[in-house]
């Protein structure tokens, strides 16, 4: 008699245990979070980037291009987005871009004095050794591409807008034809001319 009350006692402790386990299993609760910062991801689709002048004018044999494919997932609230350029005078690496978006290319062994840079940038003809190009940027809608004097400090540059949209194709192209007086073959010496360029997003803080 015994040990049938035991038995008894057993399992209707066991059959309590088991459903206090159970009610706590589903009142469990935990809230995991992932912060997902913005970014963006810049890529080249296709270039051109190397081509020879006429030596009496300066022309280029075609216009030179870059393309760029661009995803984000942040807002113009986020970073500042730019296309910049520089090249390498007598001082140092120095902006390229001149008045109206025009590109300097420099000489790559023997470069211009700064003095050359800034009358070239003004499309002054007393300039030796720095050529400069017109410029133009396109992207796809509904982001923008607008050249932007003394940006920030970014200075002169193309200044993109996202405005909301998240992928774009941008082509950043360099027109053939030199900016007048800024080409002279009695000033301009034979060799390699460069010019650097950058797209970067920067944060804000």
Known sequence: MKIRNLLKLLILFLTV?????????????????????????????????????????????????????????????????????????GSGSVSAFGNN?????AHVLNPPTTTDVENAKQGNDM?????????????TS?????????????????VIKTNDGDSAELTFTIQASPIPGTYNAGQDEEGTY???????ATPKS
């Open 17 to 89: 245990t088991a459903c206090t386990v159970k009610t706590y299993a589903e009142d469990a609760e935990q809230i995991i979070l992932l912060s997902v910062p913005a970014t963006i991801a810049v890529s080249e689709t296709d270039f051109f980037d190397s081509t020879s002048i006429n030596p009496a004018t300066g022309i280029m044999e075609q216009p030179m291009y870059i393309k760029y494919s661009i995803t984000t997932n942040g807002t113009d609230d986020d970073y500042d987005f730019t296309l910049r350029s520089q090249i390498t005078d």
């Open 101 to 105: 978006g025009a590109i300097l290319f």
């Open 127 to 139: 300039n030796s050794n720095v050529i400069a190009y017109p410029t133009s940027a396109s992207i």
């Open 142 to 158: 509904p982001m923008t591409a607008t050249y932007t004097p003394n940006f920030k400090s970014f200075g002169d540059c193309y």
């Open 194 to 200: 460069k010019t650097t360029i950058m797209v970067t």
